[in-house]
């Protein structure tokens, strides 16, 4: 809650020109006057300490009954007006901001009370938290409650605070936001949308999670064709570094037994089986039984080849990834719009109080 | 020596009067006023002189305490003035723009007017009672 609002809209000509003239004035005088002050100005030696108490009373009382004036007439205005009166709504908080000091200076904690709420009602009006209708009606009891136990304390010298908790329990059940209430009504066909709503969001969790599955499916099969493709480019990096008279004694036969198996245990970890490659792998089997009928195939074909298709199964490790982030994305984005939905949903429930008809 | 003026800028009559009393009883010579515009209007008179400290209400009409602080701090001739704020409230953003406006205090209604002296005097002295 802010301080109430004022400011230089409400400066009449006359004061305008008394700041002015303030603004303007260069010169002041340094030692205190020799004449009386000014009505406003006395010393120590002007006051006596007899009645300070009695005088201070009435001074406040006074001021209270003064400010139920502005207070009746704010409300008089508010009650016969179609729309709210913003200037009244303020002169009715700013009364009651100064009330409640000036009560809570007294030691008269429920008139300091009652005018905080005055206050917050009026502040909840201006600030569109509750209806003009119900907002006026408040006031008109918390300015009632005002009334009645200032009356009281003039009439009895001692305050009541019977009509301050009436007043707070009128408040509350009203519910007029001036405290967060315990519960709020919604309308049943809005809820029941709600829940349909929740209930398929806790549905679409099941797509997200297994796509999310199969993305991490992919990625370790992504892993594994590179850990592959650095094993068979390591190995083939040795062999075509080595001097072939050593290494490669025939160079009519295809490879190596060791080469033959590296690559026939990448085609079968890596599944690929395109019919080159399974000629290959035939060819891989019985190397040195059946001379091929074809030209046989140099070392540098076979690097050349090997190389390919551990690129191949690269790619289609890689291309598998892509495609399941792709749904992946999908549902997840699926699974976003709805949760925002559900948001939406949440935030247009009209919070209205549950006691309210 | 002369008495220390202080200046007591609040709408709130009870509080003027409430204010005033206790600072007198301790030798103050207090010039009160119900707002903003009314203080100006005193200071721009020929007698005026500018006070040692103003007391000074945030919830005023007319102007607001932080724009009377701030014209008040306008003027060199105030630079020595000590403001002190009154207000109900004790937020920090309040105390903020208290000191943004020139304030060296803020003092939350209500309060104990022992209190109050004690902080009045910190700034001012104790003064001597003739």
Not at chain 1, 5 to 32: C, H, N, Y
Request: with cysteine; aromatic share 6%; net charge negative.
């Amino acid at each position: 809650m802010n301080e109430p609002p004022s400011g230089e809209q409400e400066l009449s000509a006359e004061d305008k020109a008394i700041v002015e003239a303030f603004m303007a004035k260069e010169r002041w005088e340094t030692a205190p006057p020799e004449s009386s002050p000014s009505p406003g100005v006395s010393s120590a030696q002007q006051e006596t300490s007899s009645g300070v108490l009695d005088d201070v009373r009435a001074i406040f009382f006074s001021e209270v009954e003064e400010d139920l004036v502005v207070m009746r007439e704010a409300l008089r205005r508010l009650e016969r007006g179609n729309d709210i009166d913003s200037a009244r709504l303020t002169a009715l908080r700013r009364v009651a901001h100064k009330l409640q000091g000036s009560a809570g200076m007294m030691s008269y904690p429920a008139l300091a009370a009652i005018a905080s709420s005055i206050e917050r009602i009026a502040e909840a009006i201006a600030t569109r938290k509750i209806g003009p209708l119900l907002g006026v009606n408040a006031l008109v009891q918390a300015v009632f409650a005002l009334e009645t136990t200032f009356n009281d304390l003039v009439d009895k010298g001692v305050e009541n605070d019977r009509p301050h908790r009436e007043l707070e329990t009128y408040l509350r059940r009203l519910a007029l936001g001036l405290q967060k209430p315990s519960f709020v009504r919604v309308e049943s066909q809005r809820l029941a949308q709600l829940m349909q709503l929740t209930d398929h969001l806790a549905l679409l969790r099941t797509p997200v999670e297994q796509a999310q599955m199969q993305m991490e499916r992919a990625l370790q099969e992504l892993d594994a064709a590179q850990t592959r493709w650095q094993s068979l480019e390591t190995e083939l990096l040795t062999l075509v570094s080595r001097p072939r008279s050593f290494g490669f004694p025939y160079d009519i036969y295809p490879t190596s037994f060791r080469l033959a198996q590296l690559l026939q245990d990448a085609a079968q970890q890596n599944e690929v089986f395109h019919p080159r490659k399974l000629r290959f792998r035939i060819r891989l089997i019985k190397p040195d039984t059946e001379p091929s009928q074809e030209k046989p195939e140099t070392d540098d074909d076979k690097l050349i080849r090997t190389l390919l298709e551990a690129y191949a199964n690269l790619t289609t490790a890689s291309s598998h990834v892509h495609t399941t982030f792709v749904h992946f994305s999908s549902t997840l984005n699926e699974y976003m719009a709805h949760v925002d939905t559900v948001r939406d949903e949440v935030h247009l429930l009209p919070p209205s109080p549950a006691n309210s008809k | 020596m002369s008495s220390k003026l202080i200046m007591v800028i609040d709408d709130s009559p009870a509080i003027r009067k409430i204010v005033e009393t206790c600072l007198r009883r301790e030798g103050f010579t207090v010039a009160s006023f119900a707002d903003g515009i009314e203080a100006m209007q005193f200071l721009t008179s020929p007698q005026a002189r500018v006070p040692d400290l103003v007391v000074l209400d945030i919830g005023l009409p007319k102007m607001d305490g932080y724009e009377v602080a701030r014209c008040l701090k306008t003027k060199p001739q105030f630079n020595n003035t000590v403001i002190i704020m009154l207000s109900r409230r004790e937020g920090l953003i309040d105390r903020l723009k208290g000191r943004l406006a020139g304030a060296k205090e803020y003092i939350t209604k209500p309060f104990k007017t022992q209190e109050f002296i004690q902080i009045i005097e910190s700034y001012l002295g104790v003064p001597m009672l003739i």
